[in-house]
Every structure is written in C-alpha cells, then in structure tokens.
C-alpha cells in the first residue's frame, strides 16, 4: 500500500523559505515524484519531479531559481526547499507518484497522492 505524507506547511512572509517533506512508503522502483501545488480557484499545477535516482529535477518556470527537489533515498523522503516565496506561491501544495521513469508534469499522470498541507504567504 502506497503511502505519502507531507509535512512543513504553515505561514511565511514574503521573501521567506520553507521547507516541505513528503514521506514515501510502498513504492516500488522506479518511480518519479512531483510536488504540485493548487491555490483557490485554480488548477492544480506542477512544481517540479524527481527521480527515484535522484536525477531527471525539473521545475515549473514559475519556480525556477527559487525551489529546489532533493530526496533522501535512506528516509524514503523527497523535499521541497522554498526560498523568496512571494505571495503568489499561497497554495495547498501536494506530493504526487508515478511508477515507472516517464519525466511526467501533469497531475492525471500520477496515481498516487499525500493529503497535502498549506502553504501561506504574508505580503
């Protein structure tokens, strides 16, 4: 049974960093993870993906230069490093797996899914 679990959410002034985790269980390799991220009224929208190698990092160009992906292959966890978040990054922000090693963007895409947790930028 596959399991994620984010952490780390909460409320942040503009031009502050958080850091967000997804705790992985039941995933068989390979798989890619993303981080996704839906503000209210919105679509859900891609952040960024990971590998479970720990290549194949791509970002949203709305992120680029600020987030960073990482994972830790030991604790079975990926991270979310945000930095100069701007009120505009305010959004429920969701991890996301995909079995298999296609480099996938689009939220159908991935099976599986963590609760999500809230992200709150102040101005």
């Known amino acids: 049974q596959v399991q994620l679990v984010e952490s780390g959410g909460g409320l942040v002034q503009a031009g502050g960093s958080m850091t967000l985790s997804c705790n992985a269980s039941?995933?068989?390799?390979?798989?890619?993870m993303g981080w996704f991220r839906q503000a209210p009224g919105k679509d859900r929208e891609f952040v960024g993906r990971i590998r479970w190698s720990g290549f194949g990092i791509y970002y949203a160009d709305s992120v680029k230069g600020r987030f960073t992906i990482s994972r830790d292959s030991v604790k079975n966890t990926v991270y979310l490093q945000m930095n100069s978040l701007k009120p505009e990054d305010t959004a429920v922000y969701y991890c996301a797996a995909s079995l298999g090693v296609a480099m996938i963007t689009t939220p159908f895409e991935y099976e599986y899914w963590g609760q999500g947790t809230q992200v709150t930028v102040s101005s």
């Open positions: 039941g995933l068989t390799m390979p798989y890619v």
